[in-house]
């Protein structure tokens, strides 16, 4: 008798679909041939496996968390900019490519959960009738790269005032309708700066700008600017985020 | 030629030896994830063979550099007090004229120049004090790069942050520059290996 497999390809499809990405399946190890690269990638120090180099390097990204919290002060402004200084044309990026930008959802209400008072939900309508704040600020990808551009807002403090959020808990979740999450947390979350965006360049937010509200956080790099959203969560529990679960750093503030 | 005898001055005291051999290790480690993290978004015309990379891979290339960042720190700290307080930088490593460097120059050009074990000419100073210039610029920089908002007035000193990268590359590439140069050097001469291993006694000035 054939027992059912423990895991179904289709479960493990997405994984193998990013290993794939990445080259660390045996075809492309193969292909490479055992170069240092892949030597590397064998002994495990590229995050991906349970090696002892890798279980440090995590130790060591933990660590780095809890000193840029150190470093962090609310008291500290990112550099804001003139109009003229805004990057013309703004580079697009996400974790697909642009023809996959998914429309707004017809139903579309921003939700909010976890350690909150009040968990209705919130139309755009709704968003804009609280204080707005516009910035023009430099978004700096963990890449290397960076440009300036121009966003407006309600202040995120403002919002999680409003809907009566426990100031005191950890962490601020988001959840994307393209599939993306991320977190931060509460201190740079209360920073004056961080902004819930509904424009971006003095127009209403689109798709591949993240319509219909976005995270816009300076201080923070720029893969923490969630876009889409669909939930906020105020909770004590660590969720990681979609690239956070792969290796960059959690907390990643600049 | 000839050794002292009663001085017994070792060519590299103990504490270079180490602060050396663990500065070389964290310098490699710096460069070669900050390749993988180059790679990612290249500001050049080129990229790094992913072979040549740490890490392999953006986030794994930035968790190389965050770790190997404690060590080049502590260990440069450690050597910049050393060399001020023991009088290293002043004797060593400080350059001299440029009649003196023109002269080792052109010695080392046409292999004349002479090395004795322990003793710094003017070709070596130039290099040390000018890799150990760009190893600060390139922690400073990397710190306001890491850090654009915390030590804003750091990445405000170096021109704003997408300047403060360019000259963190730059840092990089003297630093690679330096060190085929240095190996180089190694090669031609391996005594000043085992001398940077071993306690080999200095020998007399030329």
């Known amino acids: 008798m054939i027992r059912d497999p423990a895991v179904k390809a289709a479960e ?19 292909r490479r041939g055992l170069s240092l690269g892949s030597l590397a990638l064998l002994t495990g120090c590229d995050l991906s496996s349970h090696s002892g180099i890798d279980a440090a390097l995590w130790t060591m990204l933990r660590f780095d968390d809890r000193v840029q919290a150190a470093l962090f002060s609310d008291k500290r402004l990112a550099e804001t900019y003139p109009a003229s200084a805004v990057t013309k ?7 697909y490519p642009i023809w996959q930008v998914q429309p707004v959802p017809p139903d579309w209400r921003l939700a909010v959960a976890g350690r909150v008072a009040e968990r209705t939900s919130w139309s755009v309508a709704r ?6 704040q516009a910035q023009i600020t430099r ?6 790269w960076s440009q300036i551009g121009q966003w407006s807002g309600v202040p995120l403090h403002i919002f999680l005032r409003r809907i009566g959020a426990d100031l005191r808990a950890r962490y601020v979740a988001f959840r994307c309708f393209d599939g993306y999450y991320t977190s931060i947390d509460m201190a740079s979350a209360l920073h004056p700066q961080t902004i819930l965006a509904l424009d971006f360049n003095w127009q209403p937010l689109t798709p591949e700008w993240g319509a219909p509200v976005r995270l816009r956080i300076p201080v923070k790099l720029g893969f923490k600017s969630a876009k889409s959203l669909q939930s906020i969560e105020v909770t004590n529990r660590y969720q990681g985020g979609y690239w956070e679960k792969q290796g960059y750093n959690w907390f990643s503030g600049v | 030629m000839t050794r002292s005898r009663n001085g017994a001055r070792a060519a590299h005291p103990l504490a270079v030896r180490i602060m050396h051999w663990v500065g ?4 490699i480690t710096m460069m070669l994830s900050g390749w993988a ?8 015309p080129f990229t790094f063979p992913r072979w040549a990379t740490l890490g392999g891979w953006l986030g794994a290339g930035i968790a190389w550099h965050i770790s190997a960042m404690w060590v080049l ?19 060593d490593i400080r350059p001299v004229g440029m009649r003196a460097l023109a002269r080792d120059v052109g010695a080392a050009l046409s292999f004349r120049l002479g090395h004795r074990l322990g003793h710094y000419n003017a070709v070596q100073r130039l290099l040390y004090s000018g890799v150990i210039a760009s190893l600060c610029v390139a922690v400073a920089t990397g710190l306001s790069i890491w850090k654009p908002v915390q030590f804003g007035w750091l990445a405000g000193f170096f021109g704003g942050y997408p300047v403060a990268r360019g000259i963190h590359l730059a840092m990089m590439l003297c630093i690679a520059g330096f060190l085929v140069v240095h190996l180089a050097l190694v090669a031609l001469f391996p005594r000043t290996l085992v001398s940077m291993v071993a306690p080999l006694e200095a020998e007399d000035a030329p």
């Open chain 2, 73 to 91: 720190f502590a260990d440069g700290i450690a050597y910049l007090g050393y060399g001020v307080f023991s009088g290293h930088f002043r004797r």
């Open chain 1, 139 to 144: 978004h700096i990808c963990i890449e290397g």
């Open chain 1, 12 to 30: 493990i499809a997405p994984e193998l679909a990013r290993l794939g990405r990445r080259g660390l399946l045996r075809r492309d190890l193969l």
């Open chain 2, 37 to 44: 993290i180059y790679n990612a978004s290249p500001a050049l």
């Open chain 1, 127 to 132: 968003l804009r009738a609280l204080p707005q």
């Open chain 1, 89 to 95: 044309p703004f580079r697009f990026n996400a974790y």
């Open chain 2, 24 to 27: 070389a290790a964290a310098v």
